[in-house]
């Protein structure tokens, strides 16, 4: 899919050539004096169309638009979250047979923001899993042509959101894909090419090098399968040299079965979605080798499967984390914490700035906050605001849940320094404190994401999340970096230039065309319809 963002008043968009022209519309919109803007102006007054966010009214063959067919859509109040919500309304639109180019027109004055979640929306309306059917439907949308009336933060907001649905499809697709499709050597190949975009290294530690790091805890939860685990190491040095990295650490358990401690068979298929954290870092590495921001970031990724055989982990056992503390495995389908305790160990090697985990961590942050907010556990204030802005701006929002000492009782053993789980309640405060036993003095965030990564039910798949909140997050430390630490001053020729000034001069030039895909990156094709879900609530 390409996206492209052009500068037209609605008049002039009305003048492009293409098979669907979506014109989204605010109250406002009747006050212009060009033929679309007389047209809703009529619509409304007739009765015949409300600009609430996703009300539409469609037409065909009118005599002053280039498009043969013309789809009015209410935009309600033309914030980022009406325009979100009026470009998802129409997504089947985007579908229609025989449309090859679309444009989407805002007719009113617009910003960023509502720019950046009309691509977001339209994103998602055209994402399509292809890779494991014979006959995958093949979208006609070739082009999408996003146009507005010229404003100054358009074409940074634009190329910044492009970077966000770019990581997102490419999260998107190696979550989707099935367990035996997605491996965790095949994880650490699509690191790999990621390593091909300017900025991004990759290392790769397979059975021998954990076993030498002294990661038991990791080992245990992958000693039951016969495909070895990956410990993945992504590095993205886009700030000055020496500068303390943001570090991320995803959980890529790429199948959960439970272990010994089996889960029960209703739904278990959708463990294959236990990569969600590690999707997101592969994601936001995509992201970050697009836009080249100036801040330096490691990505880590544990990926194992979790299962059941003569060579799995027993509850009962202790094993000894790279950290040198023992711990008793009293249920091994807490694994996610056992994977996350030892990158969270090696992680401190690289003295972070900043130290953010994320993972489909626990059915009870499920049960919390269901799918509209991650959960956010963070030892530092600062950090956690930080997070949820990002999470704000990127309308991929995060909740944030307590830490106090005593959520940590119920983790003691009579065998070992710790259990891995303590009672059935406040579970995903509980796995936090576990984890929170292995970051030291860190400045340290966890991001439980088992409720926003994927959707259960009839649309069941993917939301790439929390991809934009990574993203706005590094954004921000860019920008903070460029304007008060005078150590990311002085690095490469992107210092001190904030991604959004560089993608405004990358807008200019480059309009609307994507970077060469790398090797992983899946093509966004066109959508699946939009449904509800069944056991899982609805996305942000
Ligand atoms: N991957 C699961 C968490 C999960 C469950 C995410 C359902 C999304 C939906 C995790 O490994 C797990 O099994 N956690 C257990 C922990 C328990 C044994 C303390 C859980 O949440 O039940
Ligand atoms: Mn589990
Ligand atoms: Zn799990």
Known sequence: M?????????????????????????????????????LVAHALKAGDFETGAGKQLPMYNLPAVAARRVLLVGAGSGSARDVRQAVAAVASAFKAPGVAKAVLCFAFETQGPALAA??????????????????????????????APA???????????????????????????????????????AARGLAKLPGISCKIHGPAEVAKLGMGAFMAVAQGSAQPLRFIELHYNGGAKGAAPQVVVGKGITFDSGGISLKPAADMDEMKYDMGGAASVLGLF?????????VNVVG?????????????????????????QTVEILNTDAEGRLVLCDALTYAARFKPAALIDIATLTGACVIALGGLRSGLFATDDALATALQSAGDTAQDPCWRMPLDEEYGEGLKSNFADMGNVAGRAA??????????????????????????????????????????????????????????????????????????????????????????????????????????????????
């Open 2 to 38: 390409n996206f492209e963002l052009k500068s037209l008043t609605t008049a002039a968009a009305a003048r492009e050539k293409c098979d669907l022209l979506l014109v989204l519309t605010t109250a406002a919109s009747a006050q212009g004096s060009d033929a679309l803007s007389a």
């Open 118 to 147: 009309a691509v977001l929306a339209a994103s998602d309306a055209c994402y399509t899993y292809t890779l494991t059917k014979s006959k995958p439907q093949l979208p006609t949308l070739q082009k999408l042509v996003f146009a």
């Open 151 to 189: 404003h100054a933060s358009l074409a940074p907001a634009f190329k910044i959101a492009q970077a966000q649905v770019h990581g997102m499809d490419l999260a998107r697709e190696w979550a989707n894909r099935p367990a035996n499709h997605a491996t965790p050597s095949m994880l650490a190949e």
């Open 286 to 294: 995509q992201a970050l080798g697009e836009l080249q921001p100036a």
């Open 300 to 324: 880590l990724i544990a990926a194992c499967e979790n299962l059941p055989s003569s060579t799995a982990v027993k509850p009962g056992d202790v094993v000894t984390s790279m950290s040198g």
């Open 427 to 540: 579970g995903s405060v509980t796995a936090a404190k576990f984890l929170q036993r292995f970051v030291g003095d860190t400045s340290w965030a966890h991001l439980d994401i088992a409720g926003t990564a994927w959707k259960s039910g009839a649309a069941k798949g993917s939301t790439g999340r929390p991809v934009g909140l990574l993203l706005h997050y590094m954004l921000a430390q860019e920008s903070r970096g460029a304007a008060g630490k005078p150590a990311t001053a002085k690095a490469r020729p992107a210092a001190g230039k904030t991604a959004a000034k560089r993608a405004s001069t990358a807008a200019r030039t480059a309009a609307g065309k994507s970077p060469a895909a790398t090797p992983v990156v899946t093509e966004a094709k066109a959508a699946a319809p939009a449904r509800t879900r069944r056991s899982k609530p609805a996305q942000a």
